[in-house]
């Protein structure tokens, strides 16, 4: 048994700290009041391998480990929930697939640039009328001579305005149901791809949303990703690392909630003394510390699984279904801390209460992460 983080993840952190104390938070409460995509940030991000780090070395990545990617999570968004989310996007979602199933020159041309930062993609899965139903996805790619045909609309593209290729999913057999469906790469100058208007939002403005259009978008056969009727298969063995990730965010976030409300129920003086020295306030906030250390032992242990090889399904829904639920009731209970400060768009609490309620949307709903510990459980 060992608690411990090894050297380099140790190293990791340190220079995390580092990075997010020097040039994410200085900037964090202007990304989100600009509600705009901060490229300079992203420069630095890929700069400094961010991107690649799931990566092997020989595409310019640094091969690091799942514990490594929880850092880099938990790090960021305790800096900025909206920049470490799109650094998510970038480092896994987006490029994954095209990396699993590219060709070798789809991998030069499209991963190698991404890690560096040079490149943007984006993970267009869900639709209008499809979000947790997958089942109901409506976008099609027909097989025509050496081209598919794509058709349809995606809804809640992450970083849409800004991405260079696209990894869509769209049905390729309806009969097969979710056995029919595929990821294609698609470029954002393919003629029939239109990229819409930006989706205002709620929280994560640093982030840009939009819905993609699909109009006859005729793209190469080599851009199907892996053979066709693989695509199910594909997304589910990615689910437990984004789930585990999207716990490591939410980690971060709350850490950051926690450090904003003990400063300031030690600085904030009612009745002649701190309100820190009111039970209530302390209790609060213990709660809060409580449940944040317990959430980061079930993202980190399921972390570790992922490492060893070992079957992590269960953990990695428990993961996300604790720690994003403890996220956003930290910042709740954080800002009640704050009472009408916490009201004010003037203090960095309200983004984060609004930030977190991202968390228990994507990478699957709480309700369905239930769903999926009680099917572990044998229900
Ligand atoms: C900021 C943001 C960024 C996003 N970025 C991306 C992106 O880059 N790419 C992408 O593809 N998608 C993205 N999404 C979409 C996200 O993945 C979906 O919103 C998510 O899958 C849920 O789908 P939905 O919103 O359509 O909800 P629905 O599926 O319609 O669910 C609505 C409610 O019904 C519940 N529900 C549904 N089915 C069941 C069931 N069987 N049992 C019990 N309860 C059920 C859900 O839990 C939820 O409470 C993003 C969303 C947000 C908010």
Request: charged share 30%; hydrophobic share 40%; with cysteine.
């Amino acid at each position: 048994m060992d608690f411990d983080f090894d050297e380099e993840h140790e190293l990791f952190r340190k220079s995390l700290e580092k990075f997010v104390e020097n040039e994410v938070l200085p900037v964090a409460q202007e990304i989100d009041e600009k509600g705009k995509f901060p490229h300079e940030l992203f420069k630095k991000a890929g700069d400094l391998g961010y991107f690649g780090l799931r990566y092997p070395t020989e595409y310019g990545g640094t091969d690091g480990d799942s514990i490594m990617f929880c850092i880099l999570c938990e790090e960021l968004a305790r800096g900025s929930l909206s920049f470490a989310t799109g650094v998510m996007m970038q480092a896994l979602q987006s490029t994954h697939f095209p990396f699993k199933s590219g060709t070798e020159e789809q991998r030069q041309k499209y991963i190698v640039p991404a890690i560096k930062g040079e490149k943007m993609g984006a993970f267009a899965l869900t639709e209008p009328d499809a979000g947790t139903d997958l089942g109901s996805l409506r976008t099609t790619a027909d097989k025509d001579g050496d081209e598919y045909v794509l058709n349809g609309t995606k809804a809640w593209t992450t970083n849409a305005q800004v991405a260079d290729f696209f990894t869509v999913l769209a049905v390729t057999d309806k009969e097969k149901k979710l056995r029919g469906v595929d990821f294609f790469l698609v470029e954002r100058d393919n003629p029939g791809l239109t990229v819409g208007k930006d989706v205002q939002k709620l929280g994560l403005r640093g982030t840009e949303t939009a819905e993609l259009v699909l109009e006859d978008c005729r793209i190469p056969k080599e851009n199907l990703l892996g053979e066709e009727g693989t695509g199910y298969d594909s997304l589910m063995d990615i689910l437990a690392e984004i789930r585990i990730m999207t716990g490591a965010l939410s980690v971060g976030l709350a850490r950051s909630a926690l450090d904003m409300g003990v400063r300031y129920a030690n600085e904030r003086v009612q009745f002649g003394r701190p309100i820190g020295k009111f039970q209530a306030v302390r209790m609060k906030l213990a709660d809060v510390a409580t449940e944040l250390e317990a959430a980061k032992f079930l993202v980190y242990y399921s972390a570790w699984l992922m490492d060893k090889g070992r079957k992590c399904t269960k953990e990695a829904a428990m993961a996300k279904l604790f720690a994003t639920e403890m996220a956003v009731k930290a910042t709740d209970e954080v800002s009640r801390v704050f009472a009408s400060y916490g009201f004010s768009m003037e203090y960095p609490i309200q983004i984060l209460l609004r930030d977190a309620r991202f968390l228990i949307i994507g990478g699957g709903t709480s309700e369905i992460l239930g769903l999926i510990i009680g099917r572990e459980l044998g229900l």
